[in-house]
Structure formats: C-alpha cells, structure tokens
C-alpha cells in the first residue's frame, strides 16, 4: 500500500503513518534484541 492509500483508507496522516513504522521498528529491534526501546 501507498501512503496515499493508507491515509484515504484509515484517515491517518503521513506523520501518523512514519510515527507509527518507527514505533514498529522498535520494538522489532528490541525483539530482537539488539536495543532498548527509546523513549519518545
């Protein structure tokens, strides 16, 4: 999906949808185990 899409679908914005990926990313790497979550 675009970020287009995912905001005409879901009503987000893009900052919505980046913030959102980096907070996936972060707990994909804690998960993995390689750092700690930081903080917002």
Known sequence: ???K???EEYGVT???IRAA????S???EVELG???L???
Do not use: I, N
């Open 34 to 36: 390689r750092v700690r």
């Open 21 to 24: 990926l980096e907070f996936a």
């Open 14 to 16: 893009p900052e919505e």
């Open 26 to 28: 972060q707990l994909v």
């Open 5 to 7: 899409e995912v905001e």
């Open 1 to 3: 999906m675009t970020f």
């Open 38 to 40: 930081r903080p917002a």
